[in-house]
């Protein structure tokens, strides 16, 4: 079992930074791969950016590349998101999301057995 606790979130204008953590509960976080997705109002929730067991492969999707950074430390048991140039759009709870590691990408929410309890991220225009 791992428990994930995301904390970091809040509000910012758009064009603004913020960084997401996730603390994982286990005592082998490098047993798993990990992920970010998010979820806004009335929509379906969305994958963001995953990376694998050793941190060296990060994959984004086309909305998150080139302004996310997602990132981990396996020594901590934590998990990041670095949010830069955010957009309204931007705006939902963010969730992450931890799966047993594999030699392939997953993206989408079926792939992963646990998750945080999601963090709100609001941005203004």
């Known amino acids: 079992q791992v428990q994930l606790v995301e904390s970091g979130g809040g509000s910012v204008q758009a064009g603004g930074s913020l960084r997401l953590a996730c603390a994982a509960s286990?005592?082998?976080?490098?047993?798993?791969?990990a992920a970010w997705f998010r979820q806004a109002p009335g929509k379906e929730r969305e994958f963001v950016a995953t990376?694998?067991?050793?941190?060296?492969?990060?994959f984004y999707a086309d909305s998150a590349r080139g302004r996310f950074t997602i990132s981990r430390d396996n020594i901590k048991n934590m998990l990041w998101l670095q949010m830069n140039n955010l957009r309204p759009e931007d705006t939902a709870v963010y969730f992450c999301?931890?799966?047993?590691?594999?030699?392939?990408?997953?993206?989408?929410?079926?792939?992963?057995?646990?998750w945080g309890q999601g963090i709100q991220v609001t941005v203004s225009s």
């Open positions: 990376i694998n067991w050793s941190g060296s492969y990060p």
């Open positions: 286990t005592r082998t976080f490098s047993d798993y791969a």
């Open positions: 999301a931890a799966r047993p590691s594999s030699s392939i990408v997953v993206v989408t929410t079926e792939g992963y057995d646990y």
